[in-house]
């Protein structure tokens, strides 16, 4: 059964630097597509970053457009989120999520995935 752990997280200044991690261990994400999101206290859980299977094409919410990157390493049934010039308002839970679908880019909602991870907390605080 998919088991994702999440993490990575942490408490840092505006302007810096986090990669998170989401790892499937024993289990191959080779045909999953995978989505990270995030829910601040009193929020709705957003759709950060998503991923096809192959890792060939990927989607943004346009709040962290330009800053953020999802990337997939199906040798090592990981994936990440490499986040850049880090504010404020990027405090939240961060969750990752898997769903099976083979070279599709699914819609980066929460409704769209089945599996969770149980999420790591990311503080952004000067």
């Known amino acids: 059964q998919l088991h994702l752990v999440e993490s990575g997280g942490g408490l840092v200044r505006p302007g810096e630097s986090l990669r998170l991690s989401c790892a499937a261990p024993?289990?191959?994400?080779?045909?999953?597509?995978m989505g990270w999101f995030r829910q601040a206290p009193g929020k709705e859980r957003e759709g950060v970053a998503c991923i096809t299977n192959s890792g060939g094409k990927t989607s943004y919410s346009d709040s962290v457009k330009g800053r953020f990157t999802i990337s997939k390493d199906n040798t090592k049934n990981t994936t990440y989120l490499q986040m850049n010039s880090l504010t404020p308002d990027d405090t939240a839970i961060y969750y990752c999520?898997?769903?099976?679908?083979?070279?599709?880019?699914?819609?980066?909602?929460?409704?769209?995935?089945?599996?969770w991870g149980q999420g790591t907390q990311v503080t952004v605080s000067s």
């Open positions: 024993g289990f191959s994400l080779h045909y999953y597509a």
């Open positions: 999520a898997a769903r099976p679908m083979y070279n599709f880019l699914p819609p980066c909602v929460a409704t769209t995935f089945q599996t």
